[in-house]
């Protein structure tokens, strides 16, 4: 684990939040009187794991954990009904209520930064700041990207992906991947790992960071459910709801060699928000866990003590 994380910890409380079949697993660690901060996970389709915790000083923070609507501990597992990002949203809001926050930092990557914009910009009023690292917007232009357009970085990986889909269009091959991952294709649903896999591996330090991962199966059927339906989100949604959160303190931590989400989208967020710090870290790729995008981020979160409130 890289140095620059906060000693491991223990939460102090978990429990679950119930709702349209789906029970939410959360938990909270750090100090119970602290700053409010809810780690967002990406994906989608993916979970939280124990060194999540270790980007907050507990001392300051009381920090909160997730795992989304069918991930990790959430249950059932994979499941796809009533899973949007409109009920993700709810489902943060709903925890809020529950763990009696009145406002919130919002820690979140890749996916994750996807869902803390989009419930700033709802919920304007609950969030007291924004740490986001490795940006998506959800939109088709960068899920184009990651299916298609990394072929010329990747091209050995994009050929074993691709293998065994008549047309090698982007919409063309999601429709194959959801097609045969809801059927239940193991095969398919490693292969789509693997792509993953390789994508997030260009320039990252292996990391043995354990959690309690969703099946690959699971997981994939998740992410593909959200990549074929645009994230639930309207072409240019989040970048035109950016003029609401103006006033909040935010912090964009991006990878320069992050492949999976360039820099581009991070540079143009903060074009359009130049209240927001830009961090650009020039040796990190994607991986929340390479030593120098660690240590950037338990710096926006050290930073970020001066400028959200304890409660």
């Known amino acids: 684990m890289p140095d620059a994380l906060f000693p491991p910890?223990?939460?102090y409380a978990s429990g679950w939040l119930d709702g349209d079949g789906h029970r939410i697993w959360h938990e909270q660690s750090g100090n119970p009187d602290g700053a409010p901060v809810i780690f967002l996970h990406g994906g989608p389709g993916s979970s939280t794991n124990p060194d999540h915790r270790r980007f907050f000083d507990p001392a300051h923070y009381r920090i909160v954990l997730t795992d989304q609507r069918g991930c990790g501990r959430s249950t059932p597992t994979g499941e796809v009904r009533a899973n949007t990002t409109a009920h993700l949203l709810s489902d943060i809001e709903r925890l809020r209520a529950e763990l009696r926050v009145e406002r919130w930092l919002l820690f979140g990557g890749s996916w994750g930064s996807t869902l803390a914009l989009a419930y700033a910009e709802q919920h304007r009023t609950a969030v007291s700041g924004l740490v986001l690292r490795g940006l998506f917007l959800g939109s088709?232009?960068?899920?184009?990207w990651f299916a298609l357009g990394l072929r010329r970085f990747l091209p050995e990986a994009w050929s074993a992906f691709a293998a065994g889909a008549e047309d090698q269009s982007c919409a063309a091959l999601l429709r194959h991947f959801h097609e045969q991952v809801m059927q239940g294709d193991a095969a398919a649903a490693a292969r789509w790992n693997a792509w993953e896999s390789a994508v997030m591996a260009v320039g990252e330090v292996p990391s043995s960071a354990a959690?309690?991962?969703?099946?690959p199966v699971a997981r994939v059927r998740i992410q593909l459910h959200y990549l074929v339906n645009s994230c639930f989100l309207a072409p240019g949604?989040?970048?035109?709801g950016l003029e609401r959160l103006r006033m909040l303190p935010a912090i964009l931590v991006q990878g320069r060699r992050d492949l999976a989400c360039p820099p581009g989208t991070a540079y143009t967020v903060a074009q359009q928000w130049p209240e927001a710090q830009l961090r650009m870290v020039e040796e990190a790729g994607h991986s929340s866990m390479h030593p120098a995008m660690a240590r950037a981020l338990v710096q926006a979160t050290q930073d970020m003590k001066e400028l959200v409130p304890l409660r």
Do not use: A, T
């Not at 088709?140 to 184009?144: A, H, I, K, S």
């Not at 959690?211 to 099946?215: D, F, L």
């Open 9 to 11: 910890l223990e939460p």
């Open 140 to 144: 088709d232009d960068e899920v184009e």
């Open 211 to 215: 959690g309690i991962p969703s099946p």
């Open 237 to 240: 949604q989040l970048l035109r």
